[in-house]
């Protein structure tokens, strides 16, 4: 199983060695965490086409060479924007869709090889619960049908698979007597994510990719599923794969983040080190640009300017230098790597600044001391 | 320019007891039951709510935006010289566009995609200003450069679908500036956007206001959003102003259960390993409000003797700032919210 593990090891930069115990919250266990989900140079294209013939005139690098472990028992956070390729990741990891090259291995047996895990079962422990909790619910079936149907499917009697269903309503706090024989459009947007969740867990899986499961929610509805998702997570010995776009929800929930820009990851690790000390120039402006809940500390510059570009045919270099304050000659020369990944307690990033060979005037500082630095300049 | 002093000091929007019910064969829904505020110009009042809260049904009011078939609307509304509430259907249109207009949340949607940019922004100053095309595409393109768009010139020529998110919001945005509007109304415009895109066009509605002097009506469920960009905060529930006031009183030292509820329950660093200090259950059926207070059975501070008896009528805490909660005085002063609302401002930061 370790040589699933192995990641390319793109750059020759040391990963600073973090104690594991260290910042504040260490993730829970240790080293020996196990991996549950190993993914190696995942990649997907689709083709634009277009032209008088309309032939193919590019690719949009929806996800585009992605390695990354997560490790039972932890929430691994997806943070980016809207095209960044977030939710293709997702789809690519339950085989809702193929991907062009790369491998997946759950775990330890990898997903879809001749004698690796089949479909059948990587999706009886892979569930996933999405955004939109109205059009991810039978609409003609009552909640309690929908949430048995996944049992059903795999084989468990009629009555059997029924008792399962109305457990969980009770577990995800809808009491099922009253909320089992209602239909989706009889229910709020709080309770059908909850139904959602249900029927998620139906398989019993090890494992939940969660793709902006709580985006569409209001405030205070937000907060009991987040409180419900961690309560869940305890008793039931899950492993979270968190795809949002809220950075302060990822925060609170995250053990692990991934921030992720045009189909590539730029940066990874545990969640203090990115949220305290950004490696990456777009994380940094990222978190810069959380509004804070108090008047008297608003932002007067915007962190960013212009829109992420068209993620069709992108430029070679690195992705991000358009918007970059500082980009050079090497950042457009040469694509920077995601640097070595060692371990759960790794931060690595996807810059030249944080690469001290590569040659850019800050190499060796993080794009938080840069900004720092520039701040103070 | 120069305001003769009457204008100055009267507000720019009055509402008095704004009601708005929707009749249907099966129900009837009370979407707005008894809203009163001022907006006054060159002044920001954020709407904040949850969805259902009857906070985008008031600002579509203020435009009179309802299929008259099923709605009934009662109370008044001031809008500059107009009445919103008498002037015709004629007139109306008149003061859509030019007097007030509106960004609503989906650029998508709300742009026509079958004319470029530069057609919709043009559309709209020869409806209100008769100028003659090229004129309009002239001003047109000083709208774009306006609301910051890059390569504007290439733009004006560009569909919606060909625009990013955030260019197409900009291009509304321009749009709804095209007459000058003296009242902007904002429906949730930077949701749908990215982060990084959101603060930029927030900045840029900030900065076109106070260089406009315009009155801006912008309805959000953010309270990020708010404090960024108010100078007053309307905190709706259930169709009610819970709590208004300044956007430093109403954040800072809120004083309705609701308020320091949804500030205890936006996720903003919390602990990690702590639940959040979320409200329990859900928004009432508007369809089925009961007596008394609409949120008290959610308040963890209700008092069954109380507030399930009589709707709570609203309370002047300082002047210019009003709550409607029978406890409001007690909770403001109460040390122990203070002490966790000074919580919740540190870990703002």
């Known amino acids: 199983m370790d040589a699933q593990l192995a990641m390319p090891a793109a750059a020759h930069f040391d990963a600073p060695a973090i104690p594991e115990t260290g910042g504040g919250k260490a993730p829970r266990g240790s080293a020996a965490m196990p991996p549950m989900l190993v993914v190696k140079n995942l990649k997907k294209y689709f083709p634009v086409k277009g032209g008088l013939l309309n032939r193919k005139v590019g690719n949009v690098h929806a996800v585009d060479d992605i390695s990354f472990t997560v490790f039972k028992g932890e929430t691994l956070g997806v943070v980016g924007e809207s095209g960044c390729g977030k939710s293709t990741l997702a789809r690519l990891l339950m085989y809702l869709m193929q991907p062009d090259s790369g491998e997946v291995a759950f775990g330890g047996r990898a997903v879809g090889a001749k004698d690796g895990l089949p479909l059948r079962d990587l999706r009886r422990n892979l569930q996933m619960v999405f955004q939109d909790s109205y059009s991810s619910l039978n609409p003609r079936l009552p909640v309690e049908a929908s949430v048995a149907y996944g049992p059903r499917v795999h084989g468990t009697s009629a009555a059997k698979a029924r008792e399962t269903a109305r457990g969980l309503l009770g577990k995800v706090g809808l009491r099922p007597e009253l909320f089992g024989p209602r239909y989706p459009h009889e229910l709020s947007g709080g309770q059908k994510q909850r139904v959602n969740i249900a029927r998620a867990l139906a398989l019993a899986p090890k494992m939940l990719i969660l793709d902006e499961a709580v985006s569409a929610l209001d405030k205070s509805v937000e907060a009991q599923v987040l409180n419900l998702l961690r309560q869940l997570k305890r008793e039931f010995d899950l492993t979270y794969l968190f795809i949002s776009h809220d950075l302060n929800v990822v925060q609170y929930i995250s053990d692990r983040v991934m921030v992720m820009y045009l189909g590539q990851v730029v940066e990874m690790g545990p969640v203090d080190q990115i949220y305290n000390g950004p490696k990456h120039p777009y994380t940094a402006a990222l978190l810069k640009s959380r509004l804070a809940m108090d008047p008297d500390d608003k932002i007067v510059t915007p962190p960013l300017t212009g829109d992420p570009p068209n993620p069709i045919n992108p430029a070679p270099g690195c992705r991000f230098r358009s918007r970059c304050q500082f980009a050079e000659a090497i950042c457009e020369a040469k694509a920077p790597a995601l640097g070595a990944w060692a371990n759960r307690a790794s931060h690595v990033a996807a810059c030249h600044m944080a690469d001290p060979q590569s040659g850019h005037t800050r190499a060796g500082t993080s794009a938080h001391d840069a900004l720092a630095e520039e701040a103070a300049r | ?349």
Not at chain 2, 267 to 283: F, L, N, S
Not at chain 2, 304 to 326: D, H, N, Q, W, Y
Request: glycine share 6%; with cysteine.
């Open chain 2, 1 to 349: 320019m120069t305001i003769p002093t009457e204008q100055a000091t009267r507000p720019l929007v009055e509402v008095r007891d704004l009601s708005v019910r929707f009749e249907t064969r099966d129900r009837t829904v009370h979407a707005v039951n008894g809203v009163s505020f001022d907006v006054m110009r060159g002044e920001v009042l954020c709407i904040i709510g949850e969805s259902g809260s009857g906070k985008s049904v008031t600002m579509r009011a203020l435009m009179r935006l309802f299929s008259s078939r099923i709605t009934r609307v009662s109370g008044d509304i001031r809008v500059a010289e107009h009445d919103i509430m008498a002037v015709s259907e004629r007139q109306l249109s008149d003061i859509r566009g030019s007097t007030i207009s509106m960004v609503f949340q989906e650029p998508m949607t709300a742009l026509d995609p079958t004319y470029t940019i530069g057609d919709q922004i043009a559309e709209t100053i020869v409806r209100h200003q008769h100028c003659s095309h090229a004129e309009a595409a002239a001003k047109a393109l000083d709208l774009l450069q306006l609301v910051k768009v890059p390569n504007a010139e290439r733009r004006l020529k560009a569909y919606p679908h060909e625009l990013s998110g955030g260019l197409r919001q900009r291009a509304m945005i321009a749009v709804a500036l095209s007459c000058r509007p003296k009242l902007l109304l904002a429906d949730e415009p930077t949701t749908a956007l990215d982060a990084t895109v959101q603060i930029q066009v927030l900045l840029l509605l900030r900065k076109l206001q106070q260089e406009l002097g315009m009155g801006v009506i912008f309805v959000t469920h953010d309270l990020g959003v708010a404090a960024q960009i108010a100078d007053k905060v309307a905190v709706m529930y259930a169709g009610r102003i819970v709590e208004y006031g300044s956007v430093r009183d109403v954040l800072l030292r809120p004083s309705h259960p609701y308020t320091i509820g949804m500030l205890a329950s936006t996720v903003h660093g919390q602990e990690r390993d702590k639940d959040i200090d979320a409200i329990p259950g859900t928004p009432p059926d508007m369809s089925r409000l009961a007596e008394g207070c609409n949120f008290a059975p959610r308040c963890r501070f209700a008092e069954a003797s109380l507030c399930t008896k009589a709707s709570p009528p609203p309370v002047s805490l300082s002047p210019g700032r009003e709550t409607r909660c029978f406890r409001a005085a007690e909770l403001l002063t109460r040390p122990a919210l203070v002490v966790s609302q000074s919580e919740v401002v540190a870990h703002a930061g």
